[in-house]
């Protein structure tokens, strides 16, 4: 292998968590670190959030900031379920696989049941079917709500006509609506449509709207579309130890995320460099994409040779996760088209 195609230093496509923060909110944070400010949510900059949130969504919405994704999904989940309930969900989807039980653990107890469907997105005519087994039998756990990931683990999108056929179903079964939106802005950019018309239009009550994958420090919110939820919720978040004191550093950052379209401008790119990477390795022989992805997330199979070679030239990836030869590459805001190109180049001389 030449120089030409090692990175002079380890180029990370593990996640888009790996990425540092994007500038503007690394400048609203130290110009919002100056002085005093009420704790807890009390400051300036929070009690702003509210309006500039509902502007974003075209209707008012309650918002509730926490720290990490996982705390968001589990306190939306357990806001919207009974502890004799159940939440329906993709077998592969986040909760169900990789938050260690914490919707279980802050719900006290509600079900996962996950309802199968292609490209990692649940099927409604399987899903509307489940939601009909024992209902009102006080033997089982009563189907409560419903969580989508948008966009999903394998980087496909649910289409705006694929979400109002599940929000149709409950509707009918009166079922609440979750969306782990940990990648909503890359799921937005991709499809070109509105927040509105991803979320509430289409019956989406809660929505986790990702921000530590797109170019935040640390932060998700919680964006309720069903305001009823807000009280509980509020409880629920400082039960377990998610209310922050200094509330305006989290407000400070999803201030400015959303100024100026900042979380689209982060997902645009992501996203960009995704397809460049799909495209330089569907030229390379030897080299399979798997799942259909529109996002910043590719699945593809790679000779076992190929990986090990990408390893040593020190890129950063997932592998032997899955099958034999299948790893995961995740582009972000800051990824470049430099690293993608080396990397694109590196796999190419080990096929050729």
């Not at 909110?25 to 009690?47: T, V």
């Amino acid at each position: 292998m030449t120089s030409k195609t090692a990175p002079k230093q380890m180029i990370s496509f593990g996640s888009d968590n790996v990425a540092g923060v994007s500038p503007k909110i690394l400048e609203a944070l130290i110009s919002d670190s100056s002085g005093g400010a009420m704790p807890y949510g009390a400051d300036e900059i929070s009690q702003q959030l509210q309006q500039k949130m509902s502007g974003l969504f075209e209707t008012e919405v309650s918002v509730l900031l926490v720290p990490t994704g996982t705390a968001a999904n589990s306190l939306c989940l357990a806001s919207m379920s009974p502890a004799w309930g159940a939440v329906l969900c993709h077998p592969d989807s986040h909760i169900n696989n990789d938050e260690c039980g914490a919707p279980e653990f802050f719900s006290n107890g509600v079900k996962l049941i996950s309802i199968d469907g292609a490209d990692c997105k649940i099927d409604p005519i399987k899903l509307s079917a489940r939601a009909s087994v024992k209902a009102g039998d006080v033997h089982s756990v009563q189907p409560s709500a419903v969580s989508v990931t948008q966009a999903t683990e394998t980087g496909s999108i649910y289409s705006l006509e694929e979400l109002q056929a599940i929000g149709d179903v409950c509707k009918k079964h009166n079922m609440k609506l979750h969306m782990d939106g940990a990648r909503f802005a890359n799921a937005i950019a991709a499809l070109g449509c509105s927040p509105a018309e991803m979320t509430w239009k289409a019956g989406v009550d809660a929505l986790s709207f990702g921000a530590t994958k797109n170019g935040a420090f640390g932060v998700e919110a919680v964006v309720l579309f069903d305001k009823s939820l807000a009280t509980e919720l509020e409880y629920r978040r400082k039960r377990s130890g998610h209310l922050m004191s200094k509330m305006r550093f989290l407000s400070s950052q999803i201030d400015a995320y959303i100024t100026d379209n900042l979380w689209l401008d982060n997902a645009n790119h992501a996203n960009a460099m995704a397809s460049k990477m799909r495209k330089g390795l569907s030229d390379i022989d030897g080299v399979e994409l798997i799942n259909p992805s529109e996002t910043n997330i590719i699945f593809c199979k790679l000779p076992l040779k190929t990986i090990a070679v990408l390893d040593e030239a020190g890129f950063q990836f997932y592998h032997g996760r899955w099958e034999e030869g299948v790893v995961r590459l995740v582009t972000s805001f800051s990824t470049t088209e430099d690293e993608v190109d080396a990397f694109v180049g590196c796999a190419a001389s080990i096929s050729g």
